[in-house]
C-alpha cells in the first residue's frame, strides 16, 4: 500500500469522542502515524510479524498496522471509551488479525515482535511515559517503534543502556495538532518530538 493510501485511510478514523487531558489523549496525526508505520514495514518488521500496540488509544497505529499484513495485533489501552472507539475504527477499516485489551500497561511483560507505541509525553504528569518504555523494552523481541517528547531523550537512552537496548534512530519529526485541551491557548500546537526504533537486548 502507498504511503498516501495508508495516510488516506488512517485519516477516517473517528477520534477520541471527549479526548482525556490526565491521559494526554492526543492522537497521532494520520501522516506521522504513516511515518512511523512505513518505516517499522521498511525494516522488515510489520508484515508476518506480532505487534503490540501500548496505549493503543482509538487505534490508528494497532489498525494501521493491520492494514500492512501484520500477523497479529494487539492494543492496550487504559481507557474502555477510548477502545469502543478502536473497535469500531477497526471495523470500518476492515482491519481483521488484531485485538483490543482494556488495562494499563503498567507492569506488561506478555512478549511481541515489534512495539508501536505513542504513549503520553509526561507532559500532564510526570514521568506518564516511563511505565511504556518499561512495558516496550520487556516486551519486544525486534523492536520498538515510539514517539516521544524530545525532553525525555536523556531519560529514553538511559533506559536503553539499562535494558541493552540498541538505538538504530531517533529522528526528529514534525509534530503539529490543533488545540485539544482547555489549557492549549493557541489555535495549533507544535511540539518537539522524536520517532525512536530501538532493537532489544538480549533477554534479562
Ligand atoms: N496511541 C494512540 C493514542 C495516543 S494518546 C495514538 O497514537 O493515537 C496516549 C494514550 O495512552 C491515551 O489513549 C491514554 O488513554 C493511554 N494511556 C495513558 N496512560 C496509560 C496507561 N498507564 N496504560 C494504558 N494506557 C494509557
Redesign the pocket.
Known sequence: MKRSELVRRLAMLEP?AAA?AS??????PPEL?AELLESALVRGDVEGRTVL?????????AIGASLLNAAHVIG????DA?VVVARRNAERLWANRLEFRV????GWTEPAETVV????FGAQSAH?DR??WEAALASATVAVYA?ASRESRTFIERRAVARRARIEETRPVDWRFPATFPHHRKRAVELAVDLWILRPGPPS
Open positions: 477520541f482525556e491521559l494526554e489523549q492526543v492522537g497521532t502515524a500496540d501500548l496505549g493503543c488509544g482509538t487505534g490508528i497505529l492496550v489501552e487504559v481507557d477510548a488495562r494499563d500497561v503498567t507505541m505513542n504513549p503520553p506518564a511505565p511504556f514517539f
